[in-house]
């Protein structure tokens, strides 16, 4: 490992890798990315359901993933690697006053931002995502340029493509220490010995807030578990089912190889790093999928695990210098929506540490927000 460099990227997801490959796109100078596990991806990314929207309720994350899916389209152009980006869509079933008024709020930012998104009758529900159960149900949002992704597909045309280009990816190297001088920093300890670098890049996850720490900052990002589920072959399931969210209950699925995936998110998990499987959670994803998707009464269970989502106190991502270290740049936090929001992400912090004028303008999720009380939340959270 190189005892030097222009800059440190903190963690091996699809955040730091995306940041590594536009770095070294722009040609910044010798990269070094560090992972603490043998394999990238190996954390949050790849405990990822794959969704793939832009139906949010802020402009930012609305900006956010319109770019992203320009680049997931045409990925192989970005990168010169191939990976699928399924346009199947994102469905949002809607029962109360309160649901569908929310709802079209949202929809009439995200036509004005060029978005192309529909308010569904139950017959038109019905065409989309047939086997859905309409009990309750009064309309739906769905948009047709959203979909489904496999993280790691990605992940590995960024890694390639990063590599290509001369980025160091270091595994199986934990970061022990963040050395400042004058306030600034200066050198990254690792399990494998120092880096001397003017600056750090915090793509940790679940994690952004211990490496803060490390610094001499702090961020608001709490690790919050999330389990999902997957099911053995369905033959009902159609190639064109698309990512369903049923906002009342909080239930998401969609069509995985032969069958499909569940997932919920339970409000009353504490923040913590436990990632441990628990039959209760599993069983109420169950329960609630059962009542939407009575067909799955035949299924089996075909695998099910746990992933740490990355939360911030109003639910959009922090991207930005942190205030109080030079040197320390944050791209973390995104609440669910990492790698949906990757490559945005990535080329947009490369603009900002190039210094030049980013594609968006992202300054609602620029860190020093949390001490100002200046914030707007995202409702449309997963």
Known sequence: MRNKADA???????????????????????????????LLGAGATSKAAGGIRAQFSTRVNIEMSMLSEEIFVNFKEETGFDALFDQVGYMFLL????????FQKSCELQRSLGLDVKMLTP???????????????????????DGLGDPHEFLTGYEKAA??????????????????????????????????TPLVINCTGPQAGLIAEMAG??????????QIVTTGKLDFVEPYFPMVVDVKTGLYCHKESQGMLLGWADKSVEPSFDVSLDPNYTDHI?????????????????????????????????IGWEPEVRGLFHIAGFSGHGFMHAPAAGRISSEIICGKKPSLDISALDPTRFGKGVMVEETNVI
Not at 127 to 145: M, N
Not at 181 to 189: E, F, N, P, R, T
Request: hydrophobic residues 40%; proline residues 4%.
């Open 95 to 102: 029962q109360s006053d309160e649901e569908v008024t929310r």
């Open 217 to 226: 900052a702090k961020l608001p990002v709490a690790p919050i578990r999330r």
């Open 286 to 318: 169950l329960e609630i999928a059962l009542e939407r998707i009575p067909q799955l009464e035949q299924a089996e269970i075909g695998n099910e695990w746990t992933g740490l989502y990355e939360v911030t106190p109003d639910h959009h991502a922090v």
């Open 123 to 145: 017959d038109e529900i019905s065409k989309v995502a047939p086997h859905i159960s309409l009990e309750g149900i009064r309309t739906a949002t769905f948009c047709e340029q």
């Open 8 to 38: 440190v990227i903190v963690g091996g997801g699809i955040i730091g890798v995306a940041t590594a490959f536009y770095l070294a796109r722009a040609k910044y100078g010798q990269i070094v990315l560090v992972e603490q596990e043998p």
């Open 163 to 196: 590599r290509d280009m001369g980025v160091d990816l270091e595994l199986d190297t934990t970061v022990t220490g963040i050395e400042r001088h004058q306030g600034a920093i200066s050198k990254v300890l690792t399990s494998r010995g120092s880096i001397s």
